[in-house]
């Protein structure tokens, strides 16, 4: 079992996101872009977990995936494409800037065999699963 710090504020960034998608994604606040956070599937199966994270227009250059204390971490950048004077915006709803994912990984993973692949703007992280240890009969110890 793994011990999480409480974030109250991350539990409100929850409620809103299950209210609406746009609630989970970065906004834009006094003309300065914050950052945006990609929307992501986990599955499991009997052999591994699946992170399936949407990046579309991410370059896999652009994207960084680290682990550190058993935390998968998933950076990196959307940029923006220079703007041209041919055309106007009329509405823009596509969110670009630095992004951060982080997910806790239980303990049955295999952190030594992870790997990523990126195509068609989803980033697939693949988890596997380590063979679980035999299971321990609950008996009684006599005391001698």
Known sequence: MNITRWEPFREMEDMLRSYSPFFGRGLIRNGEETQWKPLADITESEQEYLIKAELPEVKKED??????????????????????????????????????????????????????????????????????????EAKKIEVK
């Open 63 to 136: 994207v960084s995936i680290t682990l550190e204390d058993n935390v998968l971490t998933i950076s990196g950048e959307r940029k923006k494409e220079k703007e041209t004077k041919k055309s106007n915006e009329i509405r823009v709803e596509s969110f670009y800037g630095t992004f951060t994912r982080s997910f806790a990984l239980p303990d049955n993973a295999d952190t030594k065999a992870i790997h990523a692949e990126s195509k068609d703007g989803v980033l697939k992280v693949h988890v596997p699963k380590v063979a679980a240890a035999p299971k321990v």
